[in-house]
């Protein structure tokens, strides 16, 4: 046998049944629109079972327009679900707060990321990127402001992943060699350079944001659901049962 035949002969395929332990619905990156986050909402609302859990997935922030309100909506959303509404951060986010930690190094970045339609959405202007550092610590106090406390708080509150049975929903990916509980917040938020050429090993389902497909796919233990709403007007949930995945999309 030639040894490339040996080689693909022994390559690993994931075959674990989906076995969450609830039924549970995961909404895709939101990317500022707010308008499509609510009619997917009155969407799932149609079919949703009794105290049926949402996770979203995060990036409910830049790109689109209305950024500031879908941050209130789901802070308002979750303060009243009673645990039924779970939010994980996004790479969006954690690039957001760490402006505010530090806004003369990582402002001009977030800016190239989609941090002008944020700063918009709260009717701020933001400098230019080239702009000196006080200027962006000056915008950073005013969006610090603007947000309030309340809304800061939440953000820095937002876990990375969230699992049930061998299901776990995370924003970009995870480390195929490592289990879920050993990956560095980095990782869940920003992806793996593996994390779609290897199978997991340990029978764990994850699904994700963060990479846009043309349609949300399942496929080798992966559920993708970022189907580029801010640019495509498509918002993609995906609800997952034991051994079954619908998907819903505005």
Same mark, same amino acid.
């Given at each position: 046998?030639?040894?490339?035949?040996?080689?693909?002969?022994?390559?690993?395929?994931?075959?674990?049944?989906?076995?969450?332990?609830?039924?549970?619905?995961? &909404?895709?990156?939101?990317?500022?629109? *707010?308008?499509?986050?609510?009619?997917?909402?009155?969407?799932?609302?149609?079919?949703?079972?009794?105290?049926?859990?949402?996770?979203?997935?995060? *990036?409910?922030?830049?790109?689109?327009?209305?950024?500031?309100?879908? =941050?209130?909506?789901?802070?308002?959303?979750?303060?009243?679900?009673?645990?039924?509404?779970?939010?994980?951060?996004?790479?969006?986010? *954690? %690039?957001?707060?760490?402006?505010?930690?530090?806004?003369?190094?990582?402002?001009?970045?977030? =800016?190239?990321?989609?941090?002008?339609?944020?700063?918009?959405?709260?009717?701020?202007?933001?400098?230019?990127?080239?702009?000196?550092? %006080?200027?962006?610590?000056?915008?950073?106090?005013?969006?610090?402001?603007?947000?309030?406390?309340?809304?800061?708080?939440?953000?820095?509150?937002?876990?990375?992943?969230?699992?049930?049975?061998?299901?776990?929903?995370?924003?970009?990916?995870?480390?195929?060699?490592?289990?879920?509980?050993?990956?560095?917040?980095?990782?869940?938020?920003?992806?793996?350079?593996?994390?779609?050429?290897?199978?997991?090993?340990?029978?764990?389902?994850?699904?994700?944001?963060?990479?846009?497909?043309?349609?949300?796919?399942?496929?080798?233990?992966?559920?993708? &659901?970022?189907?580029?709403?801010?640019?495509?007007?498509? =918002?993609?949930?995906?609800?997952?049962?034991?051994?079954?995945?619908?998907?819903?999309?505005?």
């Amino acid at each position: 046998m030639p040894f490339l035949s040996r080689f693909r002969a022994r390559k690993h395929t994931f075959s674990s049944p989906l076995a969450p332990d609830e039924r549970f619905s995961a &909404i895709g990156d939101i990317h500022g629109r *707010d308008d499509l986050f609510c009619q997917l909402l009155d969407k799932m609302a149609e079919t949703e079972a009794v105290n049926e859990r949402v996770v979203t997935v995060g *990036d409910y922030i830049d790109r689109g327009e209305e950024s500031a309100q879908v =941050l209130r909506r789901l802070r308002d959303y979750h303060a009243t679900a009673e645990g039924q509404l779970i939010c994980l951060k996004g790479n969006h986010e *954690d %690039m957001l707060l760490k402006f505010l930690d530090d806004p003369t190094e990582r402002g001009p970045r977030w =800016l190239r990321y989609g941090g002008l339609q944020t700063f918009a959405s709260f009717q701020l202007a933001p400098p230019s990127e080239t702009a000196p550092g %006080m200027e962006w610590v000056s915008a950073r106090d005013r969006l610090r402001e603007t947000m309030g406390p309340e809304l800061e708080a939440w953000l820095r509150s937002l876990p990375s992943s969230w699992q049930s049975g061998n299901v776990t929903v995370v924003h970009a990916g995870a480390d195929p060699a490592q289990p879920i509980s050993a990956q560095p917040e980095r990782t869940l938020l920003w992806g793996h350079p593996e994390f779609e050429a290897t199978p997991r090993r340990d029978g764990q389902w994850v699904v994700h944001g963060h990479t846009i497909v043309d349609q949300p796919q399942v496929l080798e233990g992966r559920i993708a &659901i970022d189907t580029g709403a801010y640019a495509t007007g498509r =918002l993609t949930a995906a609800r997952i049962t034991p051994g079954n995945v619908d998907i819903l999309s505005t």
